[in-house]
């Protein structure tokens, strides 16, 4: 069973990979300024920032999520905080900083469980576990991809 999870986490982190790479940052930036309201501005600034960890450049992503943070608490907007903090954590997990992953990870999942979302639930869940992992404690690792094959 944690064979078909983790296959199944690498199949999804792979497609996104490939679907933000066939996306060039022109193209994204000037949706951004294209973008009439604030809920599609900070969904613009998500996929930037998205773009930027796919190329390595961690601050640049970090900045974007930041921007992406601000911009969805100053107009409540869930989805746009759920998002950032994920961006975060993703980025925090690539550093190696597997704790502060989980403290976002976390923040995101409350976000996401707040509208129901449980694709995104589920996911976060699978990340959560895998920063457990990467820390060494397996019990927690294991209670969380449970959770995740619960949603």
């Known amino acids: 069973m944690r064979k078909i999870l983790i296959k199944i986490v690498i199949a999804l982190l792979l497609a996104s990979r490939t679907v933000f790479a066939q996306t060039t940052l022109d193209s994204l930036q000037n949706k951004l300024k294209d973008a009439t309201t604030d809920t599609a501005r900070a969904n613009r600034l998500e996929k930037i920032g998205r773009y930027y960890l796919i ?25 746009g905080i759920a998002q950032a903090n994920s961006l975060f954590g993703s980025t925090a997990f690539i550093r190696g900083d597997y704790r502060q992953s989980y403290t976002y990870r976390s923040e995101s999942f409350r976000n996401y469980e707040l509208i129901g979302d449980s694709l995104k639930m589920g996911m976060l869940l699978t990340s959560m576990g895998s920063s457990h992992q990467s820390l060494g404690e397996l019990d927690s690792a294991f209670a969380e991809h449970s959770r995740a094959l619960a949603i």
């Open 55 to 79: 190329k390595n450049q961690f601050d640049s992503s970090f900045a974007y999520a930041d921007k992406e943070l601000k911009l969805s608490r100053k107009n409540n907007y869930t989805r």
